[in-house]
């Protein structure tokens, strides 16, 4: 499981330290650290370190200093080291006497010989854009970036980036993982021990593990009603695909059974003949949780379906045309005992919330499940979870793929099904989010070169290779 740290939380862990040790010993570990990632960085170019360039740019500060101790440790392997200071007269002494004394040079900026850039400039205490004089000096130069602790200009807590802020290829961190590291573009993430202890945080991200232990695998005395039964009410027989696309996707998450109510329930066994389909609530049989929203559209018939699933002591997801009938009549989940996940696109949250997400997703995302007594799962390339009162999961997708038109009515059939097998709201959202967003990756890659375009039928596809892969 990845854990994500406040910055006070951080700051509050290494007091203790910083009271104990030797003046300056945490930053040079951090700083050893730094450069060990940074030696990587250089050898995976080219196979060597000595000989090659690097440049530091230097704010104020504990940053700066890790950047410039990283420099000087470097500068002792063979590396030719330079630094451009922001502020003179504010640069950490200890480093950069320590840098100097190492034989690094000072300069004004980045030359075109540099192999690397080491972005030391506003740490996890800043905040804001980068100022115009540093923005300038990144500009300038082509070289990749390694970030201390966080690309400069990114937000800590909330991964914004609202004007000019570093691209890091590979940010190193120190003592545990930062919101941003998540909600941000920080390139590859490498984390350093630098011997902390930290509390326990409900900031949390599934690993490729997690995921593998909960999803619902039969057992020897299973059938398929104990595997879970999953209920579909989605699509219509003028729009068929998300019916199809979301039965889909549940008949491949689990090993249990599906069942389908709706107008296009031809069309769903035509494709997915394992299905047990009804052409209306009334003959539909028994399920473990619901499915609502995907294509069924907002009107009388819509609305009809989501009250007779949210009246049910079923968990039910709630998804796309529900959603914007439940913003007209919040206290139909309000009033729920039953788990219950709402999936809201950003659009969809403004209807829910009457107002945007805005910069800081994760506090939107908790807003919503404290407000509706509902796990939230927000998308985006970022996918934000939140159980109300409770913990928020992160999921991270790497890439935009599953920003295509029917990939949501995928995510809520695995989820749907997950609820079904009985996992916890908001770990079925968690897991469904990671095994859909691998799937998305995957479609891109087959068939095709890297980056060929995909969609949701070919994300639904290779469900079952992403689930496997785990």
């Known amino acids: 499981m990845r854990h994500y740290y406040s910055a006070a939380a951080i700051r509050a862990a290494e007091a203790p330290l910083l009271a104990s040790l030797p003046d300056g010993v945490l930053m040079r570990r951090a700083a050893y650290g730094l450069a060990t990632a940074i030696a990587g960085e250089l050898r995976a170019q080219t196979g060597a370190v000595a000989g090659r360039t690097v440049c530091a740019v230097i704010g104020s500060g504990d940053n700066g200093g890790d950047a410039l101790w990283a420099a000087t440790l470097l500068r002792r392997r063979g590396v030719a080291a330079e630094a451009v200071l922001l502020n003179p007269g504010r640069a950490h002494r200890a480093g950069l006497r320590a840098f100097l004394a190492a034989g690094g040079r000072i300069v004004e900026k980045i030359s075109g010989t540099v192999d690397l850039v080491i972005d030391g400039v506003v740490g996890i205490s800043g905040s804001g854009p980068l100022r115009a004089n540093a923005a300038e000096v990144f500009s300038s130069s082509c070289a990749p970036v390694v970030a201390v602790d966080i690309p400069s200009g990114v937000d800590v807590h909330t991964g914004a980036t609202p004007a000019a802020a570093v691209h890091a290829a590979l940010t190193v961190t120190f003592g545990g993982l930062k919101p941003a590291h998540a909600l941000a573009d920080c390139g590859r993430v490498h984390l350093v021990d630098i011997g902390l202890h930290l509390p326990e945080t409900d900031l949390l991200g599934f690993e490729p593990a997690d995921v593998r232990a909960r999803w619902p695998i039969p057992g020897t005395t299973d059938d398929k009603y104990t595997q879970g039964v ?21 008949v491949a998450a689990t090993s249990g059974m599906v069942r389908y109510a709706g107008s ?35 009107d009388e018939a819509g609305a009809r379906a989501l009250v007779f699933a949210l009246d049910t002591d079923l968990p039910v997801i709630v998804d796309a045309d529900a959603l914007t009938i439940l913003a007209a ?11 219950t996940v709402l999936t809201p696109h950003a659009g969809e949250y403004a209807r829910l919330a009457g107002h945007p997400p805005g910069d800081d997703r994760v506090a939107a995302a908790r807003s919503l499940a404290d407000a509706f007594g509902a796990t939230v799962l927000l998308k985006g390339n970022v996918t934000v979870i939140a159980d109300p009162g409770g913990p928020v999961y992160l999921n991270p997708a790497g890439q935009s793929w599953a920003a295509t038109a029917g990939s949501g009515d995928v995510l809520s059939g695995v989820i749907g099904a997950l609820l079904a097998s009985g996992l916890p709201a908001a770990e079925a959202a968690a897991a469904a989010a990671f095994v859909h967003a691998r799937a998305a990756g995957l479609s891109a890659l087959d068939p095709g070169p890297r980056g060929a375009p995909t969609s949701a039928s070919r994300i639904l596809a290779h469900l079952r290779s992403s689930i496997a892969s785990l």
């Open 329 to 339: 009549h919040p206290d139909l989940v309000r009033a729920r005992a039953a788990p």
């Open 230 to 250: 999953t209920g579909i009410l989605a699509g219509s027989a003028t729009y068929p695909g998300a019916a199809i696309l979301c039965t889909g996707a549940a």
């Open 264 to 298: 296009a329930h031809s069309e769903v066994v035509s494709h997915w003949p394992e299905v047990v389909a009804a052409p209306d609530l009334s003959a539909v049989g028994r399920v473990q949780s619901w499915v609502v929203g995907p294509g069924l559209g907002t």
